[in-house]
């Protein structure tokens, strides 16, 4: 449990960054032999992964620093500028990354006067695989997505070693710690609570997502895929992983965490905004399942630039 993959002097490449990376190339060899398949533009689906990662990447920066605006609070002029870009310090919004990224496959799909649906649908694997690189590269990390502490059977004790967990949680800078808990061990500080494994609940359900989207791209509605990725994802991540994860709470409707607790809280900004997306994709599937199916290779329109 190290943060770091590789380093250089002062230059260093986290896990986090290569894990992520490596789900994003393997989804991306995925869909482009499907787009191959399916007779769609290959180079069009290249081009469109590139611009679609670095968008994504863009925007689930500026949702991590709109809602976590008490990380840079203080600062200002060159100083401020440089923490908002400064990605190597971590902090990343899914959501964020998934809005700016859809947003540009959007304005792709008019662009080239393609069907949205038909080239979105393939990127839903890439997504899935994502989410299983970036939650184990947050257990290298230790300090991203904590758990809250739990009196279940299924709390973890983070070991002495997973310096970046313990270092993080007894911090009195970090904003939601847990020094409560934290003992002196071995002239460290460590912290011996057992939490929630939440960055585990996290690469679970992207198993669940990588495992289905193959199902759901059996579907010849363009579409289902995609809307189907985006209800069962912020079912899962708002149901299950954020109800046991260390996040403020905007609406403090419940909060029960401790030793002798079960470790929960509701509701999580990640769960109010959830809301509105399970209902537009309720919404939207029930529209696409009344459409025909469409043949995969006499639905193809490319328009070439």
């Known amino acids: 449990m190290h943060p770091v993959f590789f380093q250089i002097g002062s230059f260093t490449i986290a896990w986090y960054g290569v894990l992520i990376t490596l789900g994003i190339v393997i989804g991306a060899y995925v869909g482009t032999r499907m787009a191959r398949a399916r007779g769609l533009n290959e180079q069009l689906f290249s081009d469109m992964i590139l611009w679609a990662v670095l968008w994504g990447l863009i925007g689930a920066r500026l949702f991590f620093v709109a809602t976590s605006w008490n990380l840079f609070a203080g600062k200002s002029g060159l100083a401020l500028l440089y923490d908002i870009v400064n990605i190597r310090q971590g902090g990343i919004s899914i959501h964020g990354g998934l809005i700016f990224g859809t947003g540009y496959l959007i304005w792709a799909a008019r662009r080239h006067r393609i069907n949205f649906y038909q080239y979105a649908d393939l990127f839903v694997p890439g997504v899935c695989f ?17 758990g809250r502490v739990t009196g279940w059977a299924v709390g973890y004790r983070w070991p002495d070693f997973a310096r970046g967990f313990h270092d993080s949680m007894c911090s009195a800078a970090t904003p939601l710690n847990l020094i409560q808990y934290c003992q002196n061990i071995g002239g460290q500080q460590v912290m011996t609570a057992p939490v929630h494994f939440t960055q585990v609940y996290g690469i679970i359900i992207g198993i669940i997502l990588s495992v289905a989207v193959f199902f759901w791209l059996r579907s010849k509605r363009p579409g289902w895929a995609f809307w189907q990725f985006w209800l069962w994802y912020s079912l899962l991540r708002a149901g299950w992983e954020e109800t046991f994860r260390l996040n403020p709470l905007p609406w403090k409707v419940y909060l029960s965490e401790g030793l002798d607790k079960p470790g929960i809280g509701l509701f999580t900004e990640t769960q109010l905004f959830s809301i509105p997306l399970v209902i537009a994709a309720i919404w939207l599937l029930i529209r696409i399942r009344r459409q025909p199916e469409q043949p995969w290779a006499e639905r193809v329109v490319v328009a070439e630039s």
């Open 130 to 146: 994502a989410i299983i690189g970036g939650r184990i590269g947050n257990i290298m990390n230790g300090s991203d997505t904590i």
